[in-house]
């Protein structure tokens, strides 16, 4: 309902007006940067299993020969990338949902603010075609909506 409006152009045509280019300019680039950390989290999390895997070789080889055996260092070496790796995703992760919740907040606001104005400035012609439920529920469900749907794109 929010995402194409019609509005009247200067030469008293209706057009068409979208509310994804004005949000895309606005917060597309803190959308990026979380993006970019939702993938690094994904790609820690496929690395995190072939780290284990080394420190499961490693076991399995130093159990077997006792002449042939790796340094421990390695192990140890195994043991604190499976830390790291563990610690970077998790952080990363709270990383992303902090910043998808900011951008999903500002956008609520953004469309709330919009909204409000517009509905101040519409003309009592128009106003008998909307109902005020139907301003508030633009405000309020739809736009948290809005704010919903960015955490988890």
């Given at each position: 309902m929010l995402h194409d409006l019609q509005v009247f152009t200067n030469t008293g045509k209706k057009g068409v007006a979208s509310i994804k280019p004005p949000i895309i300019k606005s917060f597309g680039g803190v959308f990026l940067l979380g993006s970019l950390m939702k993938?690094?989290?994904?790609?820690?999390?496929?690395?995190?299993?072939?780290?284990l895997s080394l420190i499961i070789g490693l076991v399995e080889d130093n159990s077997e020969d006792k002449e042939d055996r790796?340094?421990?260092?390695?192990?140890?070496?195994?043991?604190?990338?499976?830390f790291i790796t563990a610690g970077a995703q998790t952080f990363m992760l709270g990383q992303y949902f902090h910043s998808m919740f900011?951008?999903?907040l500002r956008i609520r606001t953004a469309l709330i603010n919009a909204i409000y104005r517009k509905a101040l400035l519409i003309s009592n012609a128009t106003r008998k075609e909307a109902t005020v439920g139907e301003i508030v529920n633009l405000m309020a469900v739809d736009a948290q909506?809005?704010?919903?749907?960015?955490t988890y794109l």
């Open positions: 993938l690094i989290c994904d790609v820690l999390t496929f690395a995190q299993p072939q780290v790796q340094p421990q260092w390695k192990g140890i070496l195994y043991a604190a990338l499976l900011v951008v999903g909506r809005f704010m919903d749907l960015t």
